[in-house]
């Protein structure tokens, strides 16, 4: 397969040298490059849609090969001129600390590319897997606020992310997040092949997946809370074109997350299916998430439990392989995350197999007041030396 991406060394603008290639998208290339008049590194997107324009880079071709169809060039010229007229509202962001900053924009080789500041440190999504046990929702959302305080001034140049995940958050050497890559914002492409695309899992809502979905701040909200989901149960939340057909996305605090029932409900309405459901606008976000601000002690689950007698209850989700365990009498401290096993696999058959055979007492409870259609739960109760046994109920690495 030819080589797409430009070859190191090109000189772009007379100025900017490209380095190495940082990422390949469905309409872009970004590459780290050197802006050779200021010495100063910096990151290039070029607008390029894999699926409408060619370049031979191994015959040394620099320009792109544009498609012959009229109505496919139609496309990329109308996608090209969204992308630099989105790079000229995102530069009027340079203020806003949590986006990150457009530095310069310009065509050249039958293409346009934007010029951003290069940001130092790692994804967000790495940093979670680096972590030993998931964020609490109040470390979690004092990370996320500055972001939502960035988005929302996006929203108001009526721009929507489209694209807002854990992988296009960084977090800086600062240990701040910024948001690093607007490439799917609304304008590009809007044709059902590149919507198609621009779909991450876990994070696009219902509307994402339509051509002529109703999109808006809602859309970047629902990938806002799927992405604090994630941050406090360590879990990717099921993808909501599978939940449209039988809804299995578990309460965080069935993975023992750190979060008060006030706050997952919160987050819930913010993962609900129907756009009209969820809140329209981030200060309705942060508004909800400010009246229900813990107050007293913390009534969520805590990364530290208490053993206070001589069993554990060990609670497994009938409709897959959720568990985690509750404890008693003060005389040990005992560390504990849930995790889970997935439902088709043999460490999960496993684990159910174990915890039935050791089992000194069964109860059905009801079914969840915010998911009634995962039916009932069954709760186990095990004695200390079994869950001993077994380990550590945390299979996150």
């Not at 603008?13 to 380095?19: H, L, P, V």
């Not at 965080?252 to 750190?258: D, L, Q, V």
């Not at 995350?337 to 684990?351: P, S």
């Amino acid at each position: 397969m030819a080589v797409r991406n430009l070859r190191e060394g090109t000189v772009l603008k007379s100025k900017y040298r490209i380095g190495q290639v940082l990422g390949f998208g469905g309409f872009g290339i970004t590459y780290l490059a050197r802006n050779l008049e200021l010495s100063q590194t910096v990151v290039i997107k070029e607008y390029f849609p894999m699926d409408l324009a060619y370049r031979d880079a191994e015959k040394g071709e620099v320009s792109l090969t544009l498609p012959r169809e009229k109505n496919d060039r139609k496309v990329y010229q109308k996608g090209k001129k969204d992308f630099l007229s989105e790079a000229r509202r995102m530069s009027a962001l340079s203020e806003v600390p949590s986006v990150v900053k457009v530095l310069d924009w310009f065509e050249e080789n039958e293409t346009a590319y934007l010029v951003m500041e290069h940001v130092r440190g790692m994804g967000l999504d790495r940093y979670l897997e680096r972590l030993d046990e998931p964020l609490s929702f109040q470390e979690a959302w004092k990370l996320m606020l500055p972001v939502l305080d960035g988005l929302e001034k996006v929203h108001e140049k009526g721009i929507i992310h489209r694209d807002f995940n854990p992988s296009n958050l960084m977090m800086q050497e600062n240990g701040t997040l910024k948001m690093i890559d607007f490439g799917a914002a609304r304008g590009y492409l809007d044709t059902e092949k590149t919507m198609t695309v621009l779909v991450k899992r876990g994070y696009a809502p219902p509307e994402q997946y339509l051509r002529h979905g109703p999109q808006g701040p809602w859309t970047d909200l629902y990938a806002v809370c799927a992405t604090l989901y994630e941050m406090v149960t360590g879990v990717r939340p099921q993808p909501s074109i599978e939940r449209m057909q039988k809804d299995q996305l578990y309460l965080p605090s069935a993975y023992g997350a750190e979060i008060t029932p006030e706050e997952e409900k919160v987050l819930c309405r913010g993962l609900e299916l129907t756009p009209i459901h969820r809140f329209r606008s981030v200060k309705e976000l942060k508004e909800a998430f400010l009246e229900e601000e813990p107050k007293g002690e913390k009534k969520g689950k805590k990364k530290m439990m208490i053993i206070i007698a001589a069993a554990v209850i060990v609670c497994i989700a009938a409709a897959g392989g959720i568990w985690q365990y509750r404890i008693a009498k003060e005389e040990a401290v005992l560390k504990s995350y849930a995790g889970n096993y997935g439902k088709e696999t043999e460490k999960y058959q496993e684990f159910l197999t174990f915890v039935k055979d050791n089992a000194v007492a069964e109860e059905e409870t009801e079914p969840n007041e915010f998911f009634p259609e995962q039916g009932t739960s069954m709760v186990y109760t095990l004695p200390t030396e079994a869950v001993e046994e077994w380990g550590e109920p945390c299979n996150q690495f």
